[in-house]
């Protein structure tokens, strides 16, 4: 039975039809499944500017299919505006507005099923964990990626202009040339080009059967993009008939297949995070561990940026995700027998799918010959991050740093010192009070790693905080440190030029201080009060669990 039944059905519902009445529903329609479209339009940011489009051409299509469209809003941060900012800290936050957002809206006017879309980071994992908690027949359409942008026959993405500006106080470039990039980087329409966080997510949700095949690496202004969010409305309406259900699909095996496609794609940090959030609402016991475990099985086949060479339009061209799937599946690192919202299994959506890459690229490349033989998210554990950080160690020349440790308590003060020229070669800066419930809301550093590229120091510096990575951030960093410093976590016990190693051989993230001596700092050590006692971030901060548990605010 529809859940909708209680509403369009009976005389006793009358007024409750009479609302309906008054959006559109004719007698004919309230025997009709309701299916709500989350929208995710807004003009804050370029990647979300052209949902609107995808929004009424899902509409028109739930019709034609037979259902009734209902279509709400849901918010969005652009990171790429906020970055670097006191805004920044809602940036993660809104990944638990945009869940709580449609959870809301569609249990309220009990919707049959629901059609998310998103463009920006974190509006893939908040539908997706709202979907998990639903449990409704949902799907979910990308927004898309952006062009790259051009500057003298080169490839711009927003990273290019952060990292200009480190180009730009280390002398490398001049005012001219600065401003050339910003006018250049973010051509039109669409989430930030390389295999960043919105990307990464997208291929990760397709990857795990909640969106079509190819749809994750789509333009958002190609035409393909708007013919398939009407298929994705389609499917959806036919998955209602028969009540397939997340839950049926988000499996262990599932989230082990979008782990391993990240890895293949060198896709953002962020998704660790992301998927230990989303699991944790599915019910799934998916550990951080796993992300070690998968990674020492599956190599890095993806030439993508921010560490590779090509962008997302590059890599749909070449095949896109099913493409990666059929390789990884061929080589026994996929599980085929997992289901998708079409009702088929992954081995039947990749029979047809070539278990070569083209000739004519080298974006994908074979298994037997990767990028690199590991993937490129290590888990990294040691005195500092107990529970756990993450690192991004693609294309990494000095995988082993083991340095005087620079302390900033914000990314503020850390980006100042860069700027000035003040960290240099062999340091390990520390940025910490940017966790969870330190920043709280677990800010992303893109500026000072990108300052850190563009003066050159990518390869001579080390940067640790228990604050979170843009997809955009490349180098030896390490985020996600937990416990954090605002719970009490040692790195909240570094002092200004305690000696630190770093190595992502050994997997190691250590303060080479001897543990009487952390005893006694830990004994003087005062919880700081919190930057923000109300308001939303003062609500975050008192729920927020680790990021080792995918710092969730419904911990259950």
């Known amino acids: 039975m529809l859940r909708s039944s209680a509403i369009t059905k009976g005389l006793q519902r009358s007024p409750n039809r009479a609302m309906l009445r008054a959006v559109g529903f004719g007698d004919d329609d309230f025997n009709k499944p309701i299916v709500g479209i989350a929208n995710g339009y807004s003009t804050i940011t370029p990647c979300n500017m052209g949902?609107?489009?995808?929004?009424?051409?899902?509409?028109?299509?739930?019709?034609?299919?037979?259902?009734?469209?209902?279509?709400?809003?849901?918010i969005t941060v652009s990171d790429g505006i906020s970055m670097g900012t006191e805004g920044m800290k809602y940036s993660l936050v809104s990944r638990e507005v945009i869940a709580d957002s449609i959870e809301t809206a569609c249990n309220a006017q009990s919707m049959d099923g629901m059609l998310a879309i998103g463009g920006c980071d974190k509006n893939m994992p908040g539908?997706?964990?709202?979907?998990?908690?639903?449990?409704?027949?949902?799907?979910?359409?990308?927004?898309?990626?952006?062009?790259?942008?051009?500057?003298?026959?080169?490839?711009?993405?927003?990273?290019?202009?952060?990292?200009?500006?480190?180009?730009?106080?280390?002398?490398?470039i001049d005012e001219e040339r600065l401003l050339a990039v910003e006018k250049n980087a973010i051509p039109g329409a669409g989430s930030c080009g390389g295999m960043f966080t919105a990307?990464?997510?997208?291929?990760?949700?397709?990857?795990?059967?909640?969106?079509?095949?190819?749809?994750?690496?789509?333009?958002?202004?190609?035409?393909?993009?708007?013919?398939?969010?009407?298929?994705?409305?389609?499917?959806?309406?036919e998955a209602i008939k028969k009540n397939i259900k997340p839950l049926d699909i988000l499996t262990?095996?599932?989230?082990?297949?979008?782990?391993?496609?990240?890895?293949?794609?060198?896709?953002?940090?962020?998704?660790?995070?992301?998927?230990?959030?989303?699991?944790?609402?599915a019910g799934i016991d998916l550990a951080i561990d796993d992300f070690e475990r998968i990674r020492q099985k599956v190599p890095v086949i993806c030439d993508l940026k921010p560490s590779g060479k090509y962008v997302t339009v590059d890599l749909h061209k070449a095949g896109g995700i099913p493409q990666v799937m059929k390789l990884l599946l061929d080589a026994g690192l996929l599980h085929g027998?997992?289901?998708?919202?079409?009702?088929?299994?992954?081995?039947?959506?990749?029979?047809d799918v070539p278990s070569i890459p083209p000739n004519n690229q080298d974006v994908i490349r074979t298994i037997s010959n990767p990028i690199y033989k590991k993937g490129h998210l290590a888990i990294l554990k040691g005195n500092l991050a107990i529970e756990g950080s993450v690192a991004k160690i693609s294309g990494v020349k000095t995988p082993v740093i083991t340095g005087p440790a620079r302390v900033f308590e914000s990314e503020e003060e850390c980006l100042s010192s860069i700027l000035k020229n003040e960290v240099k070669a062999g340091d390990v800066v520390?940025?910490?009070?940017?966790?969870?419930?330190?920043?709280?809301?677990?800010?992303?550093?893109?500026?000072?790693?990108?300052?850190?590229?563009?003066?050159?120091?990518?390869?001579?510096v080390a940067l640790i905080t228990d604050g979170r990575f843009s997809g955009g951030s490349y180098g030896l960093v390490v985020g996600h440190v937990a416990p954090e410093a605002a719970v009490g976590g040692n790195i909240g016990l570094v002092q200004e030029g305690d000696s630190i190693t770093v190595d992502a051989n050994q997997k190691l993230i250590q303060?080479?201080?001897?543990?009487?001596?952390?005893?006694?700092?830990?004994?003087?050590?005062?919880k700081p009060k919190p930057r923000y006692s109300t308001g939303i971030l003062g609500k975050y901060a008192r729920l927020v669990s680790s990021s080792s548990k995918g710092a969730v605010t419904d911990q259950g």
Not at 51 to 74: C, D, H, K, N, Y
Not at 148 to 156: A, I
Not at 337 to 351: A, E, P, R, S, Y
Request: aromatic residues 4%; glycine residues 10%; charged residues 20%.
């Open 51 to 74: 949902l609107m489009e995808l929004a009424r051409r899902s509409e028109q299509a739930v019709r034609v299919a037979g259902a009734m469209p209902q279509i709400f809003g849901t």
């Open 127 to 172: 539908a997706m964990i709202s979907i998990a908690r639903m449990n409704i027949p949902s799907i979910f359409v990308y927004g898309g990626t952006i062009k790259p942008g051009k500057l003298d026959g080169s490839d711009l993405t927003v990273v290019s202009a952060f990292e200009a500006v480190g180009q730009l106080t280390s002398g490398k």
């Open 199 to 237: 990307n990464t997510m997208s291929a990760a949700i397709e990857t795990m059967g909640l969106s079509l095949p190819y749809s994750s690496t789509m333009a958002a202004e190609d035409n393909e993009k708007s013919e398939s969010a009407a298929q994705s409305a389609a499917v959806l309406v």
């Open 252 to 281: 262990k095996e599932a989230f082990e297949n979008a782990i391993s496609v990240v890895m293949a794609v060198g896709g953002s940090t962020n998704s660790v995070l992301h998927l230990l959030a989303i699991a944790k609402t």
């Open 337 to 351: 027998n997992c289901l998708t919202i079409q009702g088929k299994t992954i081995n039947q959506v990749l029979k």
């Open 430 to 460: 520390v940025v910490r009070y940017e966790g969870p419930v330190g920043g709280p809301g677990m800010r992303e550093m893109l500026s000072p790693t990108s300052a850190i590229v563009g003066q050159g120091l990518g390869e001579k």
């Open 511 to 526: 303060l080479n201080v001897d543990e009487a001596e952390l005893e006694q700092r830990r004994k003087k050590w005062v």
